[in-house]
């Protein structure tokens, strides 16, 4: 059985009795290298064989792209992100080097998990927030060849590593590295070894979290369970808030600082159950762990320090563990879909009106119904109001497609909820409370944000079934306009979500603001939904809405709807700024609604070309939608 | 008003296509009858699944025109795509949601109102005996169970004219029996299929006009026994009483060029 057991579907089946997942080279005769016998294992010939043909895979489908004008433009859009991570993750280090340097000069090392935990939540959550958006290559292709299950391992959680979270937490990793040597330079070896092991830790739990969630995500039965614990966790975060909203010491004023000493001592009474019990268990954590681990040699304890490092090793395996556990299956060659099950009704016969159905009679009944009575539906049946017809059709798919998509529902409901939470910011403590006047603007600005993918690559979720609209007597634009009206939708019940939660964390807003953010809303959709349709017709990248890894992500469509809705956003700020300014912030509503007159108008400008666009377009559309490596 | 019986279901002119330098095909001209059976074979890349997207309004034409029925075709014949069914290549399916919400779509994205395409959408699932997968998603059926839905919705709409790229790829042998019972009884009420596949036995039994085209070009066209009759003269032993199989005449049409015997066996292989 080792074909089946030992390496399943990779092909080593071909290998014969005896060989197992690291013996994969086939009979004589067919195992490639001919004649000379193959050293297996991770680092064998025939795996780094397979390290060097998958590097010049890449490099090519890197350069074929390039022959392409969208390619080229990828290629500028992917360097100018790196270049734009690359700045976030030195920022971020930097800072957290220099926080790290003065806990560490000045003794204060019970901080010091702080700075550890946020380099983790960074790496952790930060993939969430931008799967969509990378270009992920999907290793499980390698199945088909005799790849040992090490060195597929090894691949899957090493491949990748220039992807976004790695980087930045590899330089939160690396800030906090140059931090605590530069304080106590004898520290030097120990920070190594403990930043080491936590970084490589981070990278094996990050792929295994993922690896997973794909796997749940791909059955509708732990596709409901996770649904239901992202909604528990959702909720749960709510909790924070209270917190947060007693939390002292915010603002920046001059009182508040003045203020902080005292303040801090207060929380330490108020909360310092809450927080002791928070400490006692994070020390047992990984980021805890290593930080830890390096206090414990800075104090003369390396047999402690020691612990605490074997532990996070142990962590490091865990991680590892369950990563194998997951990639193990998927190497055997599991079915993620429902196995398929015998039709009962296979054999039943079908009674149709006025007669007992058989093959022959069954066969006939699609030419029964013709046409010509298509016809005759489609011709009272056309618009919304009636309740059938195309728009209401795409739009009936879309909310299906969004509801059966947990990563499109959490980047679409996370904004609503970070300005929940962090909503209370924009109440000063000082001077009785008073909020900031643009904070509505500014809290409905960052709840649309999730919106940016949505707008931009409407045709995303199409996949292959973009060529109906083009084989169905329905015009694209009208498929794009019941896009856009399902996208407006959910829009207005966003932003309505967001005033409300706005609302009540801050109070009722002064009735200017909120006129005014109303009329840059207006504004803001149409736009929106002009240049998101530009963007999805030009520009499109298949979305697997079920997926939150392994994604085909278009960098030059997120960079450019950045951009887009940057430029609306500033826009707005201009104005509101201008307006307070001059102290009249009743000037924004006119302003605004002039302006999204102007969107509105190019939203249908846009719409009545969506047509020829698409037409000419159509091979490319149907190529980038419909292709599945 | 679209075209009356008696007029071609499907007519083309010089229809070619090109992707730059390469041209995919060339000045292809053929017409379809109404009620046809119509088998359109060839070699691997010969052009075969270009020519269908054209047909079809997936593909523009780099020169040439089609009609269909009688009409001008083009991809903004709205009208004439009510009529017209297709199971293209990549099936066209939406894996996000089950088979009949996915009809539901399609039937109303062809213009049905709820009702009808209810009642099809039930009817289609019992004969494609899916209906006890209903609660599963498309992106979880099998590539057989996809295909049978792309069929099923292809004809939801009882479309006059049907396209299908390779419907029987993948499709199980009782599935397929099903499938050309479908198709022939649709053939009995007077739609015109034209039907690309690899599996010359299906041509042989169901199409009535096969045309052959190779490296871009068509080669035949015209009935079985006009192919069988064009080329006994050219298969040895073919003037006797043996009738020549569509594999013998199809290779005997491409086989100069589309099918060279190798030069010799590979090395390598045992």
Sequence with gaps: MAGVGGAGVNGAGLAGPGAGPQEPAGPKGLSGGGERPLETGVFGTLARGQYAALIRLRWHMFTNELRFRKGALELGARTFGYMLYGFTGLMIGAGAGAWAYILVSSQQWRFLPIVFWIGFLIWQMVPVMLASFQEQFDLSILLRFPVGFKSFFLLYAFFGLSDVSTILGGLCCAGIWVGVTLALPHLFLWTTAALGVFAVFNIFLVRAIFAWIDRWLSQRKTREILMAAFMVLALSAQLLNP??????????????????????????????????????????????????????????????????????????????????????????????????????????????????????????????????????????????????????????????????????????GAPLLMVFVFGSMFRSNAGGGNVYPLALPICMA??????????????????GGIQLIFLSPTPVRTVLLAKNLFHALLFGVDVLLAGILVSLRLGAPDSAVLTGTIAWLLFALPINLAVGNLFSLTMPYRVNPGRLTRQRGSQANALLSLLAQLAVLVVGGAVFLLCWHVDNLWLATPIFLALAGGAFYVWIRVLRNSDGMANRRRDVLIATMAKTD | MLAQMGTTAIQTHGLTRRFGALTAVEDVTFSVAPGQFFGFLGPNGAGKSTTIKMLTGLLEPSAGTIEILGQPFGATALELKRQIGVVPEGMALQGRLTAPEYLHFVGRMYGLDKATTQQRTEELLEFMQLANESRKLVTDFSHGMQKKLALAAAVIHGPKVLFLDEPFEGVDAIAAGMLKTMLQGMIHRGATIFLTTHVLEIVERLCTHVAIISRGRLVANGSIAELRSGVASTVPGAEGERRLTLEEIFLSIVGADGMQEPQQELSWLA
């Design chain 1, 243 to 412: 917190a947060l909203h007693n939390f002292p010491g915010r603002s920046g004023s001059h009182a508040s600082r003045h203020a902080r000493p005292q303040e801090v001592q207060r929380i330490e009474l108020e909360y310092s159950p809450w927080l002791r019990t928070a400490n006692e268990i994070q020390k047992w954590l990984p980021p805890g762990l290593a930080a830890a681990s390096i206090r414990e040699v800075a104090e003369q304890n390396p047999g402690a320090a020691l612990g605490r490092l074997g532990l996070l090793g142990v962590y490091f395996l865990a991680a590892g563990l369950v990563l194998a556990a997951r990639l193990k299956a998927e190497y055997r060659g599991e079915n993620l879909g429902h196995s398929p099950k015998q039709s009962k009704r296979a054999a039943r016969r079908v009674r149709y009106p006025g007669k007992e159905s058989t093959s022959e009679s069954r066969s006939e009944f699609a030419s029964e119904t013709t046409s010509a009575e298509a016809g005759k539906a489609w011709s009272g049946a056309g618009w919304l109001g009636t309740g059938t017809g195309p728009i209401t059709a795409v739009m009936e798919k879309e909310l299906r497609t969004l509801m059966r998509s947990i990563p499109q529902m959490y980047v679409l």
């Design chain 1, 446 to 463: 960052y709840s649309i944000l999730g919106f940016s993918q949505l707008f931009s690559n409407n045709l995303g979720t199409e996949g």
